[in-house]
């Protein structure tokens, strides 16, 4: 895990979802909310897609096969192919399949056209994931954006682009005097695309209602009581995107006018309402 600041926000990354993991079960809760109500605990499945904390734990841990398949079937979204691409390249030799008359009249040795495969260097794009869904939200919708941003993320790997991937999270206490972000790595550009582990990271409301926001309650980094009053607003994730990242917007309208805006240029910034509705 890394910790650091950036615009204003004080930011913890963490390598893959295992260390996200550790670090939500094995810290104390933060003295902000020691003894406050706990809705990591408190909400109920209509809010949250869960039965309960430890439920929510053990799809984090295992991966929701009900819900990959749901997300495959939504809009086709399975693993890419992300293996070298390789292309043919001429070159002159002594040994070929054609000759080259003009090298031949002039007593070059290597006048034969021959050929190999080398592997053509792929172009790396890291996304990011906004988990800024505010109370507004229904479960469905959030399933449905979500697996519009995994269709997103094999369109662009199978035309041959390699996509790291992080979720980000970035919530302004009420106050507006304190804002904590957490940027976690989903997948690495030399991994597949692994529907059946993220499904549950990337889709499902319990990663922000019980997941994220027991991350709130026990991250030492929250001073601000404030957060208590409804765990804080979204806050613009685009403050803790670093050089060379693309924020996906939280509402896709078109998948297909995303991707291209994506292969244009990976720094683009995306709009965002800014409304400050309660988690």
Same mark, same amino acid.
């Given at each position: 895990?890394?910790?650091? &600041? ?7 990354? *963490?390598?893959?979802?295992? !260390?996200? /993991?550790?670090? $939500? =079960? %094995? ?96 172009? &790396? ?7 800024? *869904?505010?109370?507004?939200? !229904?479960? /469905?919708?959030? $399933? =449905? %954006? ?115 805006? $994506? ?17």
């Amino acid at each position: 895990m890394q910790e650091m &600041v950036m615009n204003k926000v004080t930011l913890r990354k *963490y390598d893959n979802i295992m !260390d996200f /993991e550790k670090f $939500i =079960n %094995e810290t104390p809760f933060n003295q902000v909310f020691r003894w406050s109500t706990h809705q990591s605990v408190a909400n109920g499945k209509g809010f949250t897609g869960t039965n309960n904390f430890e439920e929510a734990v053990d799809l984090l841990k295992h991966g929701s096969d009900d819900l990959s398949k749901r997300l495959e079937k939504m809009y086709q979204v399975k693993a890419a192919d992300i293996g070298n691409t390789k292309v043919t390249k001429s070159f002159y030799n002594v040994a070929g399949y054609q000759a080259s008359v003009p090298r031949y009249l002039q007593g070059i040795p290597t006048n034969m056209i021959a050929q190999k495969k080398v592997v053509q260097k792929q172009r &790396v794009i890291t996304l990011n994931k906004d988990m800024n *869904y505010n109370c507004g939200w !229904d479960t /469905e919708d959030i $399933i =449905n %954006e979500s697996a519009k941003a995994l269709a997103i993320i094999k369109k662009i790997e199978s035309s041959g682009t390699r996509v790291n991937l992080n979720l980000c999270w970035v919530a302004e206490s009420a106050t507006g005097k304190q804002k904590v972000g957490c940027k976690i790595r989903l997948k690495n550009a030399d991994e597949r695309l692994n529907v059946s582990k993220m499904a549950f990271v990337m889709a499902h409301p319990s990663m922000l209602r019980r997941m994220l926001f027991r991350w709130l309650e026990v991250n030492p980094d929250v001073v601000d009581n404030s957060y208590t009053w409804g765990y804080g607003h979204p806050y613009d994730i685009r403050t803790i995107q670093e050089k060379g990242e693309y924020t996906l917007p939280i509402k896709i309208d078109n998948i297909e006018e995303t991707v291209k805006r $994506i292969q244009v240029d990976a720094n683009k910034p995306v709009t965002y309402d800014g409304l400050k509705v309660d988690y």
